[in-house]
């Protein structure tokens, strides 16, 4: 099993090296997101405090009582997002894009290797590859730097305990893998189409409105909640921020973690399908 793995880690390891070199692009997206973090936080913070005739944290007060979540709860959602911004399937693989317009996709046809992870793997390393700067650099920023400035209503919490931060981390290592086999998808689309357009026009505006990177899922009317709860793209960023706030447990937290697992699955069994059928008919362009 060793052996067969070692491609398969090699085109991990590759794509992880190649995406750690881009430290200036991780800089830009850590100032990018911890500004528009702050203009979310400014957004919530006035909208909460207006709704709640006053009332600094959100929890109490005439519409307090019926908020899904406390400001202070949005607050630490807006910035596990923004930190976990990198773990949104963006769009496919560009490297295949780039492979597909030019014909030399036939060389992925010659390698002796299953395609599907072959193209899993390097699409979980550079998703990786681009969460990690970013997510430290977050965490630090908004986990430390607020509360020495004196904005510590603005500042990332902690989980509420050692369990949550736990299920916390499984949940968002499913999430990784669930991103990596969307974008596998898209890859599929892409050679499909024979362009990158389509397929990445209609992820970006789904990913980022459904896996309440825009908006939190609990904040959206309560008759379409179930629907936003069981959809795959809650398991990228709201399933994970909920057990960071420690709001899933027992049952609930095992449905979760089940349903990320069941997407995983469904989307990796419908997407080395499609693989098979678009490898049937594929004719290669260009040269």
Same mark, same amino acid.
């Given at each position: ?127 990786? !590859?681009? @969460?990690? %700067?970013? #997510? *430290? ?6 986990? $430390?730097? /607020?509360?020495?400035?004196?904005? =510590? ?58 896996? !309440?990177? @825009?908006? %939190?899922? #609990? *904040? ?6 179930? $629907?936003? /709860?069981?959809?795959?793209?809650? =398991? ?52």
């Amino acid at each position: 099993m060793i052996r067969a793995a070692t491609p398969y880690l090699a085109a991990f390891r590759a794509r992880w090296q190649t995406t750690m070199r881009y430290r200036a692009a991780a800089l830009a997206g850590f100032v990018t997101q911890c500004w528009w973090g702050m203009i979310n936080i400014m957004i919530y913070a006035a909208f909460y405090h207006g709704a709640q005739g006053g009332a600094p944290d959100g929890t109490h007060g005439a519409a307090g009582a019926t908020a899904p979540i406390s400001l202070h709860q949005t607050v630490t959602y807006v910035w596990i997002m923004q930190g976990t911004l990198a773990l949104m399937p963006w769009g496919c693989d560009p490297e295949i894009a780039d492979a597909v317009r030019s014909g030399a996709v036939a060389h992925e046809l010659l390698r002796p290797i299953d395609l599907w992870w072959w193209w899993s793997c390097r699409a979980t390393a550079r998703i990786l !590859g681009r @969460l990690v %700067p970013r #997510a *430290l650099l977050i965490v630090v920023f908004s986990g $430390l730097v /607020l509360p020495l400035t004196g904005l =510590g209503a603005w500042a990332l919490r902690p989980p509420p305990s050692l369990p949550d931060a736990a299920l916390f981390a499984v949940s968002i290592l499913m999430g990784l893998v669930l991103s990596a086999c969307i974008v596998v998808l898209l890859n599929i689309v892409t050679v499909r189409t024979f362009s990158p357009a389509g397929g990445n026009a209609v992820i970006t505006p789904l990913a980022l409105i459904l896996s !309440g990177n @825009l908006l %939190p899922l #609990a *904040l959206f009317p309560g008759a379409v909640q179930t $629907l936003l /709860l069981l959809q795959p793209f809650a =398991g990228l960023g709201d399933l994970p921020c909920r057990f960071w706030l420690g709001t899933l447990h027992g049952g609930r937290a095992i449905l979760a973690l089940g349903q990320q697992a069941a997407w995983i699955a469904a989307l990796t069994l419908a997407g080395r399908a499609s693989l098979r059928r678009t490898l049937h008919r594929l004719e290669i362009q260009g040269g």
